[in-house]
């Protein structure tokens, strides 16, 4: 057999893990700071968001230094070589820290885009369960073997729960705020909007990388910082920012 492939993290993915921990720390001290100019019963959408970026910035702390990576080996044979004994090996670093702070944090953006619109408990009880499917399904096709059918039917699995959660947000979701008074309504439709363009593209990444290993770690973790700083710190401010000035967002809870 060859050598074994090795594909690992750089100097640029370990310089934007430590640049995205950083942000999550500085976006963590201002949405707290926020929910102090607010009285306590009004702070739901702070503690969320705070919790999101707080979660983010311990993920980011573990993989920056080191931890919450494994490296995941895979042998994949070489049919077209007609020889049955030929195969070549790699070895790639997976983050499974991700999963873990998504696992934590998209049901929580879920909670704070459920409550803006309205839903009922039961509907975000369902909408919370698909999600926490699917990041584990993620999982499970991150570390399953490349190239085996198992790997891409836990792909699939984790897509049709997210085609549920995307039921959920804009057909229920939307319908429930619009019912709701002021402009509450076209808010909860541009930010679920932004919300699903920017969760689309996660498992788009996800396909390109820890899938079907085309991209390199770096690229990798270069794509997930810059979507976890739209999908959390970018989210966040537009949505407390707002909040503030928009008292009809106000939820009795
Ligand atoms: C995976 C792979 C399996 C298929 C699907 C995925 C979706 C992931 C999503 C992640 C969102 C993460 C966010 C993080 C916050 O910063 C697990 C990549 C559908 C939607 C918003």
Not at 41 to 60: D, E, M, N, P, Q
Not at 102 to 114: G, K
Not at 181 to 192: D, E, M, W
Not at 211 to 229: C, F, H, N, P, T
């Amino acid at each position: 057999p060859d050598k074994p492939e090795y594909q690992e993290i750089h100097q640029d993915g370990a310089r934007a893990l430590w640049v995205v921990f950083v942000i999550m720390v500085i976006a963590s001290a201002a949405f707290a700071a926020m929910s102090w100019t607010v009285p306590v019963s009004k702070r739901l959408f702070h503690i969320i968001t705070t919790l999101i970026t707080i979660t983010a910035a311990i993920s980011y702390f573990g993989m920056a230094s080191g931890h919450g990576v494994t490296l995941h080996y895979t042998k994949v044979r070489e049919e077209h070589k007609h020889v049955d004994d030929t195969f070549h090996e790699v070895y790639r670093q997976v983050f499974w820290a991700r999963y873990v702070d998504w696992a934590i944090t998209t049901p929580l953006l879920l909670l704070d885009l459920s409550l803006l619109a309205g839903l009922s408990g039961a509907h975000i009880l369902m909408a919370v369960i698909a999600d926490v499917i699917m990041i584990l399904t993620g999982l499970f096709a991150a570390l399953g073997s490349e190239g085996t059918p198992q790997k891409w039917g836990w792909y699939a699995i984790a897509c049709i729960s997210y085609l549920v959660i995307i039921w959920h947000l804009a057909i229920n979701g939307r319908s429930m705020a619009m019912k709701r008074t002021g402009k509450v309504g076209p808010f909860f439709t541009a930010i679920t909007a932004y919300t699903l363009i920017i969760w689309t593209a996660y498992p788009i990444i996800w396909g390109i990388a820890d899938g079907s290993r085309k991209m390199s770690v770096d690229g990798e973790i270069i794509a997930y910082a810059v979507l976890d700083i739209l999908a959390k710190p970018v989210f966040g401010a537009w949505l407390l920012l707002t909040h503030m000035r928009m008292p009809e967002t106000n939820i009795d809870l």
